[in-house]
């Protein structure tokens, strides 16, 4: 099969296929049948150079139904993962262990757990995050007629208790119109309402974030015929004039092979303003992005043979080299980036950080060395390496993690950053804060005040050496434990019993 992926001309070079020249393809989908004319094997050359660069082969059960997925990355006749599938006698998939294929040897790094309706649907998902047979997440949902989620249920650490429930209200076909967030006692803490044109495209996204009726954040956007956003406006609330006000705004240009082209970004600081410029290969690729006006560098990009990004180079204005991301590995279900590690000018590795996704591939927490000792992790964080969490509620309790997922964090955290756009709640007992850390330390809020934190084992203390922050002590054995917590209301405290 020839792809032209946007119905215009080539984004590649002129090719054949399998030899080089055809016009206007920028992939080629190959497909192996076995003698029942069932599906057994797909290869994409992604770059239409005549060698395919990905590859599935496919084992089927009697029924003729997928039980066994072999993925090679690059096609270089080696494996690198397997997804193994558990159906039910009628086809409906329960259960998918993923597993990472190293040197001969299968290192199981994930299991998923599903339960279906009578229709096949999937109404729960479960997820064992380290495939060690402990369920790390569970969400469930309630389906309408036609199988869509009506009500989801979230307990994001797996301890019996739902964190979250999210409610959505949908058009005729299937769009999610609202969707309402609320606590485990049902009462709504954030709604997110969105406007769409004819095609179901969101052209207005509305936050309120404590559910008062105040629109905290609205996002305006513009299409064109092919669905690309050619502007946007951002606004936030300003509790002091108490309108809305325009925060940013952008406008994007695309060219004939649909393509961005530019980017500008409007402040109204105008001082701050500045623009991207976008550079491609002859295989449609992004192999750059160069900044001007406020911000003056240059981005390049390198590419694996699977078309993921391997390395980002950075080049301050007058083109010096000045450092260096490498992505080291990702989550190939969700084609998403699962490790990165900055290195400076020296090529000196500065810091590594890992990104940690739930079953549907959305990015829940981070975890970031950036001291490089060799002790491990010391920053934990709600949503991405900013602490941005895009309007999500999450919640962690430590106290309910076992042995071998607290390893996970290692010994020496300093820092845990609560999630800035959405609700993040902690739970941290003394045992546990002995355990990942050495002797404490800081829990820093966000500025939208939605934060909470539970904790026992700890005592406020009457006053903080670290400005900005109240202290909180605890001894476990001989160790002295000082937890520094951002105060100002940034962090609600509730001390348990």
């Known amino acids: 099969m020839l792809v032209d992926n946007d119905a215009k001309t080539a984004t590649g070079k002129l090719q054949q296929h399998d030899k080089g020249l055809a016009e206007g393809i920028d992939q080629v989908l190959k497909y192996g049948y076995n003698l029942k004319g069932e599906q057994t094997l797909l290869e994409r050359d992604n770059n239409v150079d005549g060698t395919?660069?990905?590859?599935?082969?496919?084992?089927?059960?009697?029924?003729?139904?997928?039980?066994?997925?072999?993925?090679?990355?690059?096609?270089?006749?080696?494996?690198?993962?397997?997804?193994?599938?558990?159906?039910?006698?009628?086809?409906?998939?329960?259960?998918?262990?993923?597993?990472?294929?190293?040197?001969?040897?299968?290192?199981?790094?994930?299991?998923?757990?599903?339960?279906?309706?009578?229709?096949?649907?999937?109404?729960?998902?479960?997820?064992?995050?380290?495939?060690?047979?402990?369920?790390?997440?569970?969400?469930?949902?309630?389906?309408d007629a036609q199988g869509r989620t009506e009500k989801a249920y979230f307990d994001t650490d797996s301890d019996k208790t739902i964190d979250r429930v999210e409610t959505y209200t949908r058009d005729l076909n299937g769009n999610i119109l609202r969707n309402e967030i609320s606590n485990v006692d049902g009462e709504v803490q954030a709604v997110r309402i969105y406007e769409r044109n004819a095609l179901g495209q969101v052209t207005k996204y509305e936050i309120d974030e404590g559910n008062d009726?105040?629109?905290?954040?609205?996002?305006?956007?513009?299409?064109?015929?092919?669905?690309?956003?050619?502007?946007?406006?951002?606004?936030?609330?300003?509790?002091?004039t108490k309108q809305q006000e325009l925060t940013v705004s952008a406008q994007r240009e695309f060219d004939e092979l649909n393509r961005a082209k530019y980017i500008e970004y409007s402040y109204a600081d105008s001082s701050i303003d500045y623009r991207i410029d976008y550079g491609y290969d002859e295989f449609g690729?992004?192999?750059?992005?160069?900044?001007?006006?406020?911000?003056?560098y240059k981005w390049e990009f390198l590419y694996n043979d699977d078309n993921t990004v391997k390395e980002r180079l950075d080049y301050n204005k007058e083109g010096v080299f000045t450092s260096k991301t490498v992505y080291v590995e990702y989550y190939p279900e969700f084609n998403a980036v699962k490790v990165l590690d900055a290195y400076n000018a020296k090529n000196e590795l500065v810091s590594s950080t890992i990104w940690l996704r739930d079953g549907n591939g959305v990015l829940t927490n981070s975890l970031i060395d950036s001291t490089n000792n060799g002790k491990g992790w010391d920053t934990y964080t709600f949503g991405d390496r900013g602490a941005t969490g895009i309007n999500r509620n999450l919640s962690q309790d430590f106290t309910a993690w076992g042995e071998e997922k607290l390893a996970q964090l290692g010994d020496s955290l300093s820092l845990i950053r609560m999630i800035k756009g959405g609700v993040s709640e902690l739970t941290l007992n003394a045992e546990v804060v002995a355990k990942i850390s050495n002797g404490g330390?800081?829990?820093?809020?966000?500025?939208?005040?939605?934060?909470?934190?539970?904790?026992?084992?700890?005592?406020?203390?009457?006053?903080?050496?670290v400005k900005g922050y109240d202290l909180y002590t605890a001894t476990v054995g001989e160790e002295d434990l000082n937890l520094y917590v951002q105060a100002n209301d940034s962090i609600t405290v509730n001390i348990l019993g």
Not at 96 to 115: P, Q, R
Not at 220 to 231: C, H, K, P, Y
Not at 441 to 465: C, E, I, P, T, W
């Open 52 to 143: 395919y660069d990905y590859r599935e082969a496919y084992t089927l059960n009697l029924n003729g139904h997928v039980k066994e997925n072999l993925i090679d990355l690059t096609n270089d006749n080696n494996f690198d993962r397997k997804e193994v599938y558990t159906r039910e006698a009628d086809g409906g998939l329960v259960k998918t262990n993923f597993y990472n294929l190293v040197d001969g040897k299968e290192l199981l790094t994930k299991i998923e757990h599903y339960e279906l309706n009578a229709n096949n649907q999937r109404e729960k998902l479960q997820v064992d995050i380290l495939g060690d047979g402990s369920i790390d997440a569970i969400t469930t949902h309630d389906l």
């Open 213 to 240: 009726g105040i629109i905290d954040t609205r996002y305006e956007q513009t299409r064109d015929i092919q669905g690309n956003e050619l502007t946007y406006k951002l606004y936030s609330y300003n509790a002091v």
């Open 285 to 296: 690729r992004k192999i750059s992005e160069t900044f001007s006006g406020a911000r003056n």
């Open 441 to 465: 330390l800081r829990v820093q809020g966000a500025s939208d005040k939605n934060d909470v934190l539970n904790l026992s084992g700890f005592k406020k203390a009457s006053s903080s050496s």
